[in-house]
């Protein structure tokens, strides 16, 4: 017998069910992106590994241990399939010189990789949305970017994410603080695993991001980055600091927050929630002012964040979960004439705002009706012969003891609203 073939471990499907709400959250993300000005840029899911390398860093544990890399059999050329955006987004704005004609607001939506173990909220192929503001300086766009995230929570409802934000100052006040911590974290070298040590060599700063417990007090007595800051580093995350509290939006300063990737600068910040286990960031980014020189285009100032969307589809699902969210009507109609005549029920339905699954595929009133109670519908809406006949519509509650009646199709959006609301639609 043939062995049956399966989708590779940790690249899932996204079957009927799961894709309505990722078409939801997809146009809530557009809707939201184009109303700040940021206009869409794709890029291509190979490139070549060297801009991972040269943009990301050599001593990152993506670079390091996650990218899917080879060498192409033809060509020679050493590719990899994205393990992130922001380093694509930038090489596009240089090769095509984007920023030519002033600042740029970029979007892009699509799938990242990475070879990782995958868990709840971390897969191997996994979905991004990411802005990124290019040629911009100041602290304003900072802020802009997190009062962006903050709308977007709300536009999807969810609730229950915090912000954290740090800065990493400037290059040469990073090195002053790597100093000391090398220093600290040498002296203390006996309490470190074998992974931090390895970071001790390379890429110090992320041994501050450690979970492991057995290291925290070590940790928690390291030099802090924000006490080596200089006058224009402090300025910038006042700045940001001070429109956030403008807005009323509240945030964290997380002096242990570093974020993965060397390519950071000044502020940098991650949105976290307790809903989803260990995966708890859900969003990510900050300022990177070196990165467009460093793939090759002129200076240039810039920032940006990406959110992980498997994770935000978790909490949108399980925001649908705990409120109960189901359709107002399911429409159950049996018969040609009835079916036509659900059709412009249900339609006329939706007109009025309600959220109505209309039965398809035949079938028994008692197993429509089945099929209603279980979506969770607060009204069944049914259609027999008798009533595509009479154009009428049988109305029955399905939450509590109440009779059903016929109405008119004329009356039926006043009907259901009088079971729902009490009241009649305009």
């Given at each position: 017998m043939t062995q049956t073939l399966q989708a590779v471990r940790g690249m899932n499907d996204i079957l009927p069910d799961q894709a309505e709400l990722w078409e939801r959250f997809e146009e809530t993300v557009r809707g939201w992106l184009a109303a700040y000005g940021y206009r869409n840029v794709r890029t291509p899911l190979l490139e070549h590994t060297a801009l991972f390398r040269r943009a990301i860093g050599e001593a990152t544990d993506i670079v390091e241990k996650e990218m899917y890399s080879f060498v192409d059999e033809l060509s020679g050329e050493h590719l990899t399939l994205r393990p992130e955006a922001t380093a694509s987004v930038v090489r596009a704005a240089v090769e095509h010189s984007l920023l030519y004609s002033g600042p740029q607001r970029l979007w892009y939506m699509g799938p990242m990789y990475r070879h990782e173990r995958p868990q709840k909220g971390r897969f191997r192929q996994f979905h991004q949305v990411g802005a990124e503001a290019l040629g911009y300086a100041g602290p304003d766009v900072d802020a802009e970017l997190l009062l962006m995230c903050a709308r977007l929570w709300g536009d999807l409802g969810i609730d229950g994410i915090r912000l954290h934000i740090n800065s990493l100052g400037s290059l040469d006040e990073r090195l002053a603080h790597r100093e000391a911590l090398v220093a600290h974290l040498r002296a203390h070298e006996g309490e470190l695993d074998e992974d931090s040590r390895r970071r001790l060599q390379t890429n110090p700063l992320r041994v501050?991001?450690?979970k492991n417990q057995a290291m925290q007090q070590v940790i928690a007595g390291a030099p802090k980055l924000l006490d080596f800051l200089g006058d224009a580093s402090l300025a910038h995350f006042e700045g940001v600091q001070a429109i956030l509290k403008d807005a009323g939006l509240p945030y964290t300063i997380d002096a242990r927050l570093v974020r993965g990737?060397?390519?950071?600068?000044?502020?940098?910040?991650?949105?976290?929630?307790?809903?989803?286990?260990?995966?708890?960031?859900?969003?990510?980014?900050?300022?990177?002012?070196?990165?467009?020189e460093q793939i090759g285009g002129k200076p240039a100032p810039a920032a940006g964040f990406a959110m992980g969307v498997e994770r935000l589809i978790a909490l949108m699902q399980k925001a649908e979960d705990d409120s109960g969210a189901a359709p107002d009507v399911y429409v159950v109609n049996q018969g040609e004439a009835a079916t036509r005549l659900a059709f412009r029920a249900a339609e006329r339905l939706r007109d009025h705002g309600l959220a109505v699954i209309q039965?398809?595929?035949?079938?028994?009133?008692?197993?429509?009706?089945?099929?209603?109670?279980?979506?969770?519908?607060?009204?069944?809406?049914?259609?027999?012969?008798?009533?595509?006949?009479?154009?009428?519509?049988?109305?029955?509650?399905?939450?509590?003891?109440?009779?059903?009646?016929?109405?008119?199709?004329?009356?039926?959006?006043?009907?259901?609203?009088?079971?729902?609301?009490?009241?009649?639609?305009?």
């Open positions: 501050l991001d450690s990737l060397d390519y950071y600068n000044l502020t940098v910040f991650e949105w976290i929630t307790d809903q989803l286990g260990a995966q708890g960031t859900v969003c990510g980014g900050g300022r990177y002012d070196g990165l467009i039965h398809c595929g035949g079938g028994s009133f008692k197993s429509q009706m089945k099929r209603a109670d279980a979506s969770g519908a607060t009204i069944a809406a049914i259609i027999g012969d008798d009533e595509a006949a009479a154009g009428e519509v049988t109305v029955k509650p399905l939450r509590e003891e109440r009779g059903q009646s016929r109405v008119a199709l004329e009356r039926l959006a006043d009907a259901v609203s009088e079971l729902l609301y009490g009241e009649h639609f305009e």
